[in-house]
């Protein structure tokens, strides 16, 4: 009888501990969860969804309120100094977007696909990001000794006879906001093309090659269309990073090359809110078309 | 085969030039960084070597016209931040990674709107909290309003990093230790966190240098107190001094420093599985 009662005892103690961990079990996850979306959706969402509703607000001198108009889209789309800066801005992020492909590339294909030793492909890689632990402001400001009239690329052009004139087109122009901006962001394009050249299977590259493929043909056929996903993850991360640019732009323009991001710092200084939420939208916008455009040329979830 | 030779040949000459090209400007940074002396700017040629911008730096140099970095209360107050947005991003990354080993309902909209984290421009994110904290009075602060986005920022990273972990952790290892009646707590400090600790230490690297040198977000909502970013930004207007290239030069010493110990707790940590692994194979033995 008495083991009885304690049998029974046991196996209802064992269903309120199973029901306690089904519960966990089903809405465990929820609890992991919560604290991360709460936390994206107050500081993420919030500001992103303020900044659009705040692009419809009124501009007063120094302040904004909330009666809603179109007047700050009307002078951004009418004032050619804004539609400027966002055309300036196309065509910076798609000089630099090409420039990257084309100076990366060729590095990650000797990366990933000529050296064959993993721990020199690692090494040669961390060669590569070692740059990034100097604080991201300093290496801009140190392109400015690098190109100036008397800099170090004109001295050395000098001394080996190339130009007899220092060049002085180099610092303060787009072009040096271009040089400047490529060399910073390369790297996010050199790394995904790398990793995916390096995980080609190399029996498919003898295979062809057996069958009697040039290289030329190998390349544009095989390698090129395998490391076609590492190019669009690289696309992306240089377009998300060059279109919300500004500090390369002011410091090696000497502010004369303003792109929207230039615009939305100057836009919070004198206090134009709705302005400079009118240009966060107008680079939002951008930048979703690039994305989405982007992904369409690959389907990255299938091929990674 | 002639052809593939050259080809090899000609492509590592172009990836050493390319990466002296990558570290060209900090070359010239070391270089100008011994600079001579108050007069001598960040411009070749050098004058003279001297070390006069460290002393500068550090504070020993004699008064100039040249004003100090802010380097005591700036940089105190930028590795506070990092550290701060380390821990909470850190758990932040690895809670939700716990979560997504399992599949659930909306899983697909919650990693989206993690990355968003990582994708949106700075410069976007902290004008859109900029504008949330004037409308609903917040003060900007670099402890407040700057960190939480500090943590939008670097979280994402941490979680994919954790993810990563994750997808190659055997789950069957704790559920061994549950079947045999271990605590959950127990299982997690004795297999679990043993098991992810290289993939902790990797997320809390990526949290706090990315937090460290974060700007753009920074530069709308930290408010009056400035994080050393924000300090090197403000002598973009007036004229730049070679202080700035020798305080580079100090910090990317500090960060080598900052590698080389993560570098070594890894190696530790891989030691250390694998002493047990091989403790465990004699036992059964």
Known sequence: ???????????????????????????????????????????????????????????????????????????????????????????????????????????????????????????????????????????????????????????????????????????????????????????????????????????????????????????????????????????????????????????????KVNLLGNIIVTQVGSLKWAFAAVIGVVLTLVMAAVIIGLLRVVNLRREL | MQDAKFLKIGLGTYTALFIAFLYAPFVVMGILSFQQGPEGGPQFPIIEWSTYWYQHVLGFAPPSRVAPLPIGEALARSITLAVATMIVSTVLGTLTAQAFRRHFKGSGFVFYLVVLGMMVPGVLLGLGMALVADQFGIPRTWWGTAFVLHVVYTYPFAFLVMLAIFNRFDGSVEEAAWALGVPPGRTFRKITFPIIFPGVLSAMLFAFTLSYDEFPRTLFTGGSEVTMPIAIYGTFAVEIHPNLFAFGVLTTVFSFALLTVYGLLMMASVRRAKVRISGLQEEIE
């Open chain 1, 1 to 255: 009888m008495s083991i009885d009662t304690n049998m029974t005892g046991t196996i209802v103690q064992d269903k309120t501990t199973a029901k306690k961990q089904g519960l966990f079990n089903r809405y465990g996850h929820y609890f992991l969860l919560a604290p991360g979306v709460i936390w994206m959706i107050l500081f993420l969402v919030v500001p992103l969804i303020m900044m659009l509703y705040v692009s419809f607000w009124t501009q007063t001198t120094f302040a904004i309120k909330p009666d809603l108009t179109v007047k700050s889209w009307v002078t951004f789309f009418s004032s050619d100094t804004y539609f400027g800066a966002l055309l300036r801005t196309l065509r910076i992020w798609l000089t630099v977007l090409v420039l990257t492909f084309a100076i990366g590339y060729p590095a990650a294909l000797f990366i990933g696909q000529y050296v064959r030793n993993k721990t020199v492909q690692t090494i040669l890689l961390v060669a590569c990001v070692i740059p990034f632990w100097t604080s991201f402001l300093i290496r801009v400001l140190a392109w400015r000794p690098m190109l100036g009239k008397e800099g170090a690329i004109n001295i050395v052009l000098m001394k080996i006879g190339i130009i007899t004139q220092p060049i002085d087109v180099l610092l303060f122009t787009e072009l040096s906001v271009i040089i400047g901006m490529v060399q910073i962001y390369v790297v996010f394009m050199v790394g995904p093309i790398a990793f995916m050249l390096a995980r080609i299977d190399e029996s498919l590259i003898e295979a062809a090659r057996d069958l009697g493929a040039s290289s030329w043909r190998i390349f544009r056929k095989i390698i090129f269309p395998l490391s076609l996903p590492g190019v669009v993850v690289g696309a992306i991360f240089v377009s998300v990073m060059v279109l919300g640019e500004f500090a390369t732009a002011s410091a090696l323009s000497g502010r």
